[in-house]
């Protein structure tokens, strides 16, 4: 099969497509042919070896996919050949023509979903969703600060925290980011390059403060949004795409009772399979009756997936980037 190997951990240009073997079933397993992937920042941090979770090379990149089952090991019984699934491929191994799973991971989806938009709603969409839902317990008519609204998962915290009934403000870099995340459904726009982000965070919630922040980005953005929290605030620590790691300022949770909250949704996914499980369930019922939409701002191909890449982490993307892979 073809695949986008990773032959050492380094730039994205280093990535090269060969053939390699097709992988194989075991009896709990499942052999995908691979659709669609989607591309997310942690692909391009596990390439070049920035990412909490580092696999022995040489490895195939890509952690979300949409495909047809095409072979079952003897013992599975919870899908079947030319079922339509998703799956999370725990770090890596989507991005080539097959994969084989344990079967217990796969997520059967109706044909009606497009491959680029069902993939898309695993990492991006999942990890909104188990931030909001379990880690912070968002409560309607709270107020959510999503930084970094336009991007794969700030976008996906926007309209998760929307289905949930919060009054949504989206910040962002650029106006056209700010639309977009407006068109997606958020109530207020701030954006962190022109505005003092403090001060408008305040101005949007009378003088009240966010009652959680979702936060994909670190940095600065954190300094000035931590700053600007409610009483019983909830600071959900998502990523780090601006390359700086915040410090937290102790003495605010103190004096606002305020918590900050981890989220790693690849950690999740492996430790309470039941939960994800009902998540995507409750993530596909809202895909379908449209509170979640997948925004694909661009397609590739899976030569190109170096390019898909950094269209990601080069803070291009508004909302999420699909490789297509084979009949979709
Ligand atoms: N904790 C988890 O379980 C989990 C799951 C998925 C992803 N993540 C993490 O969440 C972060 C975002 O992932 P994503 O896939 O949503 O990425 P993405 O689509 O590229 O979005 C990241 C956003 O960060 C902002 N940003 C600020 N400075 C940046 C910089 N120097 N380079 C790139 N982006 C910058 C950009 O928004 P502006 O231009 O508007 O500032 C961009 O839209 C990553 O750190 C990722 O590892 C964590």
Not at 58 to 68: A, D, Q, S
Not at 246 to 268: C, D, I, R, Y
Not at 305 to 325: D, E, F, W, Y
Request: glycine letters at 8%; proline letters at 5%.
């Amino acid at each position: 099969m073809k695949a986008i190997q990773c032959n050492d951990f380094g730039p994205l240009e280093a990535l090269t497509l060969e053939t390699i073997d097709d992988p194989t079933v075991d009896d709990d397993s499942a052999l995908i042919d691979i659709l669609a992937a989607g591309v997310n920042f942690p692909d391009g941090l596990l390439v070049q070896g920035k990412y909490q979770v580092k696999p022995a090379t040489p490895f195939v990149p890509g952690m979300e996919l949409c495909g047809t089952v095409s072979q079952i090991g003897k013992n599975v019984s919870n899908v079947s050949v030319g079922d339509r699934i998703i799956a999370t491929s725990a770090n890596f191994g989507a991005f080539a023509e097959k994969i084989a799973l344990p079967a217990t991971q796969l997520i059967t989806i109706p044909e009606t979903i497009e491959p680029t938009a069902a993939c898309n709603l695993l990492v991006a969409h999942g990890t909104a969703h188990h931030a909001l839902k379990q880690r912070a317990q968002l409560q309607p008519n709270e107020n959510l600060l999503v930084l970094g609204a336009a991007g794969g998962t700030g976008l996906a915290a926007v309209q998760v925290g929307k289905a949930m009934g919060a009054t949504v403000i989206a910040a962002a870099s650029t106006d056209e980011k700010l639309k977009f995340a407006k068109n997606n459904g958020a109530d207020h726009v701030i954006n962190y390059n022109d505005a003092n982000l403090k001060d408008a965070i305040r101005e949007h919630t009378n003088g009240r403060g966010a009652d959680v922040i979702y936060d994909p980005v670190g940095g600065e953005v954190f300094d000035s949004s931590v700053r600007a929290m409610a009483p019983n605030g909830r600071f959900l620590v998502i990523g780090f795409a601006s390359g700086t790691i915040p410090k937290f300022p102790t003495n605010l949770a103190l004096v606002k009772e305020l918590s900050l909250v981890g989220v790693f949704w690849g950690a999740f996914v492996k430790r309470e399979p039941a939960l994800f499980a009902d998540n995507m369930k409750e993530l596909i019922d809202w895909y379908e009756t449209e509170n979640v939409s997948v925004q694909i701002d661009k397609i590739f191909s899976l030569a190109d997936a170096a390019s898909a890449m950094h269209h990601v982490m080069n803070r291009q993307v508004l909302g999420k980037v699909a490789i297509t892979i084979g009949e979709s």
